[in-house]
């Protein structure tokens, strides 16, 4: 098990930034590759950022490209998601999930968070 829990959600006003965090906890965080989705009312979970295992590779979807950044922290064994440029389609639950991929699947990922609201109002 790697118990996951995210922090930093909010409300922001559109072109405001926000950074979430994802603490887990054991001693194998370093190993797994770390994803950050997000849902929202009435849709279905989507991908948002991908990281691996080092923090050498990273992936995004096209939406928030070139205004989300996604790092980690092995020590801390915390995962974050830098998120700039916000706009109200960002609003949503952010889940981060713990997997041994560089996926871009949920089902590729084992063990989730249970999520931080995000809310951009325009």
């Known amino acids: 098990q790697v118990p996951l829990v995210e922090s930093g959600g909010g409300l922001v006003q559109a072109g405001g930034s926000l950074r979430l965090s994802c603490a887990a906890s054991?001693?194998?965080?370093?190993?797994?590759?770390m994803g950050w989705f997000r849902q929202a009312p009435g849709k279905e979970r989507e991908f948002v950022a991908t990281?691996?295992?080092?923090?050498?590779?990273?992936h995004y979807a096209d939406p928030v490209k070139g205004r989300f950044t996604i790092s980690r922290d092995n020590a801390e064994n915390t995962v974050y998601l830098q998120m700039n440029s916000l706009k109200p389609g960002d609003t949503a639950v952010y889940y981060c999930?713990?997997?041994?991929?560089?996926?871009?699947?949920?089902?590729?990922?084992?063990?989730w968070g249970r999520g931080t609201q995000v809310t951009v109002s325009s």
């Open positions: 054991g001693r194998t965080f370093s190993s797994y590759g």
């Open positions: 990281i691996d295992w080092r923090g050498t590779s990273t």
């Open positions: 999930a713990a997997g041994w991929v560089f996926g871009t699947q949920t089902r590729e990922y084992n063990y």
